[in-house]
């Protein structure tokens, strides 16, 4: 098991910023990729940013591209979110999940693929 406890959501205006934050428990954090994925009200979870676990390779959903940065610091067994010029489309629960180590430096973006998954925090954005 590898405990996820997402942090850092709130209420900001459209072009505001925020930062997310996933602490996982563990010493072999570095070996797993990492992903975010949200659920607006109404609609089915969706894949937000992905990061390998070696080498840190990125990939993002075409409606954060550009806005978004997903980073992590293995040091701290820490995962991350930066969100920038948040749009009201962006209003969701954000999500973390993590993938058990299976060979490889990959990143993944489906659902199906991940492990683990955190409770999720609440990201409101106001028009």
């Known amino acids: 098991q590898v405990p996820l406890v997402e942090s850092g959501g709130g209420l900001v205006q459209a072009g505001g910023s925020l930062r997310l934050s996933c602490a996982a428990s563990?010493?072999?954090?570095?070996?797993?990729?990492m992903g975010w994925f949200r659920q607006a009200p109404g609609k089915e979870r969706e894949f937000v940013a992905a990061?390998?676990?070696?080498?840190?390779?990125?990939f993002y959903a075409d409606s954060v591209k550009g806005r978004f940065t997903i980073s992590r610091d293995n040091a701290k067994n820490t995962l991350y979110l930066q969100m920038n010029s948040l749009k009201p489309e962006d209003t969701a629960v954000y999500y973390c999940?993590?993938?058990?180590?299976?060979?490889?430096?990959?990143?993944?973006?489906?659902?199906?693929?991940?492990?683990?998954w955190g409770q999720g925090t609440q990201v409101t954005v106001s028009s």
């Open positions: 990061i390998s676990s070696i080498g840190g390779t990125t």
């Open positions: 563990g010493r072999t954090f570095s070996n797993y990729a």
């Open positions: 999940a993590a993938r058990a180590p299976r060979g490889g430096d990959y990143y993944y973006l489906t659902q199906k693929e991940y492990d683990y």
